[in-house]
C-alpha cells in the first residue's frame, strides 16, 4: 500500500473520530424538553454526525485497499458535508445572536421579551401554525412541575438561576406584580395592566403562561443557550474535519500520481 493511502487511512481515521463528538452534541441537544418539542430541529446534527461517521468509513476502507473510487466518493461527499456543517454554524450563529433576555431587580434569572429575538427564529419557531403543537408538549413535560419540586420558599425562588423556559412558562411576568404562593401559582397582581401576558396567565397547571409570549421567548431563549454551546463542539470539529480534509486531497493527488508513475514504469520496463 502506498504511503500517501497509509496516510489518507489515518486521517479518515481522524474524521471518523470526529463524528463521535458532532453526534453527542446532536443527541445532547435532541434530548433537551424545548428540543424534543420542536421535532424539526432535534436531528440535523445527528444526522450530519452519522453522515461524516460513514463517510470516513468508507474513505478508510478506500484508502486502505486502494479503492480510488471510494476515496473519490469520500472527497466528494465530505466537502458537502463540510459545507452542510458551515452553513449550519452560521446559521446558528446568526440566527441566535439576540438574546432577548434582560435582567429583573431582585431576582436571580431573566426574563425573556419576545422581540428581543431575531425574525427568522420568531418566524420559523414560534410562529402561529407551530405553537398549538409546541405549547402542548411543554405542557406535558416536566418542566414546570420540577419547579415545585425544587423550590419552597419565595427566597428560593426569586434567588434561583432558572432556565429561560421556565422563567417565560412557569410563572407570570414580574411586572405584573402577582403575589407568590409557589412557583407555579401566583395570586393577586397589582399591575395586571403592565404586560399582555398578565391576563393570559393562569394558575390551571396545564395552562400557566403556555399561551404568553414570554414563554415563546424563554423557548427561544432556552435554544439559543444549547445551540451556542452545542457550536463549540461544532466549530472544533469542523476545524479539525477542514484541516483533515485538505490533506486527504493532497495525499489522494499524490496516491494518483504515484500510480500512474508505476504504471508508466512497468510499461517502460
Known sequence: MAVSNNITSVLNFISLLCSIPII??????????????????????????IAVLLVSLAGFVGAYWNKQSLLAFYLM?????????????????????????YAVPGRGYQEYRLAGFSAWLRNHVVNYGNWGKIRAC???????????????????????HISPLQSGCCKPP?????????????????????DPD???????????????????????????????????????????????????CSAFRNAQTEDLFNRYKQGWV
Open 24 to 49: 453527542a452534541s446532536g443527541i445532547w441537544l435532541a434530548s433537551k424538553p424545548d428540543n424534543a418539542c420542536i421535532h424539526w430541529l432535534r436531528w440535523p446534527v445527528v444526522f450530519i454526525g
Open 77 to 101: 461527499c465530505m466537502a458537502v458535508l463540510i459545507t452542510a456543517l458551515l452553513i449550519l454554524l452560521v446559521l446558528a450563529f446568526v440566527v441566535t445572536r439576540p438574546s432577548g433576555g
Open 138 to 160: 411543554l405542557a406535558n413535560s416536566d418542566t414546570c412541575a420540577k419547579l415545585d419540586r425544587d423550590f419552597i420558599t419565595a427566597e428560593q425562588f426569586f434567588s434561583a
Open 174 to 194: 414580574t411586572i405584573c406584580g402577582y403575589q407568590f404562593v409557589n412557583p407555579t401559582m401566583w395570586v393577586s397582581p397589582v399591575n395586571a395592566l403592565a
Open 198 to 248: 398578565c391576563a393570559v396567565w393562569s394558575n390551571d397547571q396545564t395552562q400557566l403562561c403556555y399561551n404568553c409570549d414570554s414563554c415563546k421567548a424563554g423557548l427561544l431563549g432556552n435554544l439559543r443557550r444549547e445551540w451556542r454551546k452545542s457550536n463549540v463542539v461544532l466549530i472544533i470539529a469542523v476545524v479539525v474535519l477542514i484541516w483533515v480534509y485538505l490533506i486527504a
